[in-house]
């Protein structure tokens, strides 16, 4: 995966490993142009590595504490600076609200910089993120970890590729714990980001890749015939059809796809009103 993908940077989480050595970051990335910087696991349990290419990545700090991995850098090319935070959370409540508030204390400090969280929040955002044949919803878990994205103001970009990211292995539970949230300096420097689920393999979770693509310029424009305003009722509908659309999202994602609902309720409008 890593050679087809050729990433500059690769966040790993749950490596049960006390002890890694360059040795084993140069077998995992497949060619000697690798630095890293780890978090041991305790016994069997946890373990963070973070690596990047030499090549593109220069790093200037790297810290750790409890669950989290953070490197600072700039990119060798841009000398566009970022700082990635390697996440693996907790299970249960109380310990991931700790972790949720020792994480808004340090993006406050860093609130003018381009920030990345990605890694196992182990936690998801809805009800509709988790699927189990108990049919059980932790819905207090759902509240604490939302109210922690938006007080960061942090961007979740829609998930491409499949639905969730962890199964178990029966195959009957499955949820979406694993995403990249990233700040606003991200999105306003990298805009063009894309977030894509890969197919599972060994492991019972997918693989995401957090992608710019410096030729995409975004969504093609929404155009709607400024004509149509002339029509009596035109002002009023637009606000009614408006009011009542409902989206789940991110702000630029709820305005995208109410805009192109817009566009196709308007046309079906004008063709009676016309």
């Known amino acids: 995966m890593v050679r087809e993908k050729n990433p500059l940077i690769m966040c790993v989480q749950e490596t049960k490993l006390s002890v890694i050595d360059?040795?084993?970051?140069?077998?995992?990335?497949?060619?000697?142009?690798?630095?890293?910087s780890f978090q041991p696991s305790v016994g069997a349990s946890g373990g963070i590595?973070?690596?990047?290419?030499?090549?593109?990545?220069?790093?200037?700090?790297?810290?750790?504490?409890?669950?989290?991995?953070?490197?600072s850098r700039c990119f060798v090319k841009t000398r566009r600076q970022f700082t990635v935070f390697n996440i693996y959370a907790p299970c249960d409540s109380v310990r991931?609200?700790?972790?949720?508030?020792?994480?808004?204390?340090?993006?406050?400090?860093?609130?003018?910089?381009?920030?990345c969280?990605?890694?196992?929040?182990?936690?998801?955002?809805?009800?509709?993120?988790?699927?189990?044949?108990?049919?059980v919803a932790r819905q207090a878990w759902n509240a604490a970890y939302n109210t922690f994205i938006e007080n960061n103001f942090l961007v979740d970009l829609p998930l491409r590729g499949?639905?969730?990211?962890?199964?178990?292995?029966?195959?009957n539970s499955m949820s979406r714990i694993d995403r990249f949230l990233l700040s606003d300096g991200w999105c306003v420097t990298w805009p063009n980001c894309d977030q894509l689920a890969l197919s599972r393999g060994v492991s019972d979770h997918c693989s995401l890749v957090l992608s710019v693509d410096v030729?995409?310029?975004?969504?093609?424009?929404?155009?709607?015939?400024?004509?149509?305003?002339?029509?009596?009722?035109?002002?009023s509908f637009v606000c009614n059809k408006w009011q009542s659309l409902h989206v789940?999202?991110?702000?630029?994602?709820?305005?995208?796809?109410?805009?192109?609902l817009?566009?196709?309720?308007?046309?079906?409008?004008?063709q009676s009103h016309a």
């Open 215 to 235: 030729a995409n310029w975004g969504p093609q424009p929404l155009r709607m015939l400024k004509c149509w305003e002339l029509l009596p009722g035109y002002k």
């Open 262 to 270: 817009i566009k196709l309720a308007l046309k079906d409008w004008h």
């Open 22 to 36: 360059v040795n084993l970051c140069k077998s995992m990335w497949g060619g000697d142009l690798v630095d890293f």
């Open 162 to 171: 499949r639905n969730f990211t962890w199964f178990r292995g029966d195959a």
């Open 96 to 115: 991931q609200q700790v972790l949720w508030n020792d994480l808004s204390s340090r993006l406050q400090k860093n609130s003018e910089m381009n920030v």
């Open 248 to 260: 789940d999202g991110w702000g630029g994602f709820v305005l995208k796809e109410k805009l192109k």
């Open 117 to 135: 969280l990605c890694g196992d929040f182990n936690a998801t955002q809805s009800v509709e993120e988790r699927r189990s044949v108990r049919g």
């Open 49 to 71: 590595v973070t690596m990047w290419d030499t090549r593109e990545v220069e790093v200037w700090s790297s810290m750790s504490f409890e669950h989290v991995l953070v490197i």
